[in-house]
T-cell receptor, first 112, second 113 residues
Framework: KNQVEQSPQSLIILEGKNCTLQCNYTVSPFSNLRWYKQDTGRGPVSLTIMTFSENTKSNGRYTATLDADTKQSSLHITASQLSDSASYICVVSRSNDYKLSFGAGTTVTVRA | DTEVTQTPKHLVMGMTNKKSLKCEQHMGHRAMYWYKQKAKKPPELMFVYSYEKLSINESVPSRFSPECPNSSLLNLHLHALQPEDSALYLC????????????FGDGTRLSIL
């Protein structure tokens, strides 16, 4: 069973609207949680990284939250743009472990 | 532009061919990774090099052979691949130590005929 679950699997939103992606994890011991954006045919690009003590992190129109007690994270996209169309992947790292636990990703499609 | 450079971007090869994928980074990172990614799936870890030494091999078939000639370069030698090996092969690098953020290249799209 995957230790990182993302929802929804995909979503379609209109340009200018907001959306929120969810990530639940069971990875332990927890080190940090990262959100990556992956455009079609490109490698993943890091958006945010949060450790246990951080509960929110912003990067432009992207805001990630983390609740380490409930092991949940969200990624909020504000005022979406066509260029936000991509797969968003939640990745959790264990302490001192090179191996990452990847979620299956949420595919976001922004339409004009 | 990505700070991890992978070449070639696309590769088509037959099952009897021998080819190599290359990855280069100049960020001073001492950990480098190979991942395999199938369509609409997350990346799967194949190999990890730390300080130019292989530290993780995720039970990858021997037809994939990694090589780390120096701290900036990572190669993946391919031989006798199967059609199911067709995928996007991603290279990543990070500072040494498992908690460090990994920086990904744009990958090599590999097709096996």
């Amino acid at each position: 069973k995957n230790q990182v679950e993302q929802s929804p699997q995909s979503l379609i939103i209109l340009e200018g609207k907001n959306c929120t992606l969810q990530c639940n994890y069971t990875v332990s011991p927890f080190s940090n949680l990262r959100w990556y954006k992956q455009d079609t045919g490109r490698g993943p690009v890091s958006l945010t990284i949060m450790t246990f003590s951080e509960n929110t992190k912003s990067n432009g129109r992207y805001t990630a939250t983390l609740d380490a007690d409930t092991k949940q994270s969200s990624l909020h996209i504000t005022a979406s743009q066509l260029s936000d169309s991509a797969s968003y992947i939640c990745v959790v790292s264990r302490s001192n472990d090179y191996k990452l636990s990847f979620g299956a990703g949420t595919t976001v499609t922004v339409r004009a | 532009d990505t700070e991890v450079t992978q070449t070639p971007k696309h590769l088509v090869m037959g099952m009897t061919n021998k080819k190599s994928l290359k990855c280069e980074q100049h960020m001073g990172h001492r950990a480098m990774y190979w991942y395999k990614q199938k369509a609409k799936k997350p990346p799967e870890l194949m190999f990890v090099y730390s300080y130019e030494k292989l530290s993780i091999n995720e039970s990858v078939p021997s037809r994939f052979s990694p090589e780390c000639p120096n701290s900036s370069l990572l190669n993946l030698h391919l031989h006798a691949l199967q059609p199911e090996d067709s995928a996007l092969y991603l290279c990543a690098s990070s500072q040494a130590g498992g908690r460090r953020p990994q920086h990904f290249g744009d990958g090599t799209r590999l097709s096996i005929l």
